[in-house]
């Protein structure tokens, strides 16, 4: 949008990390009920617990990761992968962070594009009017800000954050 540190990182922060916890939510249950449980309960040992619990992140990472990536860093490895459920975890976190990176960036910049031709427009429009000692910043900030509100920004992006995977 332009602001430098509005809304503050902190806030930031905080909703990212209450949206992985709400995407997030089913797949720790799963983990909790069937390797963290029966673990605290000394039924099974910690090694066993550790597969238990990879399973449901490995199906996870799996349903978000793009084949290309995966297939990078399969190569990059051992070059073998005989099924989705026979990836290694060594390889399917890294694919996982660069595929949900590259989604970042396209959220990110079809985000910045309305924001830009706002401000492309009220420079255009100083211009020509023939005010070139106004900052164009000065004029469009308070105009993304009404268009954010309007079309109801922060609903439009978590909701479609939420959506994407798909839970």
Do not use: C, H
């Amino acid at each position: 949008m332009g602001t430098q540190q509005t809304p503050p990182t902190q806030i930031l922060i905080g909703l990212g990390l209450f949206l992985t916890l709400f995407v997030m939510g089913p797949t720790w249950g799963e983990i909790n009920q069937n390797a963290r449980q029966p673990y605290l309960n000394e039924e099974i040992s910690q090694v066993d617990a550790l597969k238990l619990a990879e399973a449901p992140l490995k199906s996870f990472m799996l349903k978000q990761t793009r084949e290309k990536d995966l297939s990078l860093f399969v190569n990059l490895g051992d070059g073998q992968r005989l099924s989705d459920g026979e990836v290694e975890i060594q390889s399917l976190i890294p694919a996982f962070i660069i595929s949900e990176l590259k989604t970042a960036f396209q959220i990110g910049f079809l985000i910045y594009i309305p924001f830009l031709i706002l401000d492309m427009v009220v420079a255009s429009i100083l211009l020509s009017m023939g005010m070139m000692m106004l900052p164009p910043v000065l004029i469009s900030l308070p105009f993304k800000l009404m268009l954010f509100v309007m079309v109801d920004g922060w609903y439009l992006i978590v909701g479609s954050l939420i959506r994407s995977f798909g839970s």
